[in-house]
Nanobody
Framework: QVQLVESGGGLVQPGGSLRLSCAAS????????WGWYRQAPEKQRELVAT???????IYADSVKGRFTISRDNAKNPVNLQMNSLKPEDTAVYYC?????????WGQGTQVTVSS
C-alpha cells in the first residue's frame, strides 16, 4: 500500500511563506493528477491546487497569485509553495495523487497562520 507523507507545515506569521512537500513510500507510476487539498476546523475539505499530467493547473480563487503547485521527482511527487499567507489559510493540508489505480491521500500536515 502506497503511503504519502506531507511535510513543511508549521506556524507562520501572516505574510510569511511555507513550502509543503509530499513524499511517497515508493515510486508511483501513471499519475494523472497531483493535488493539494485543505481542511479547516468544522469545514469541508476543499481543493487548493491541482496539476495535470499535461501541466495544466487549477487553483482555488482564494490562493491564486499566492500559491504555486509543482511536480517533482517520483518519490517526492508534488510540492506547494505558499506565499503571503493569511490567517484564513490555517488548515490541515493534504496531498492527493490520482491515476488508473485510484486515489492516494496523505495523512495531512498542519499549517497555522497567526501572529
Amino acid at each position: 500500500q502506497v503511503q504519502l507523507v506531507e511535510s513543511g507545515g508549521g506556524l507562520v506569521q501572516p505574510g510569511g511563506s511555507l513550502r509543503l512537500s509530499c513524499a511517497a513510500s515508493e515510486i508511483i507510476f501513471s499519475i494523472n493528477a497531483w493535488g493539494w487539498y485543505r481542511q479547516a476546523p468544522e469545514k469541508q475539505r476543499e481543493l487548493v491546487a491541482t496539476i495535470s499530467k499535461s501541466g495544466d493547473t487549477i487553483y482555488a480563487d482564494s490562493v491564486k497569485g499566492r500559491f504555486t503547485i509543482s511536480r517533482d521527482n517520483a518519490k517526492n511527487p508534488v510540492n506547494l509553495q505558499m506565499n503571503s499567507l493569511k490567517p484564513e489559510d490555517t488548515a490541515v493540508y493534504y496531498c492527493r495523487l490520482s491515476g488508473p489505480w485510484g486515489v492516494y491521500w496523505g495523512q495531512g500536515t498542519q499549517v497555522t497562520v497567526s501572529s
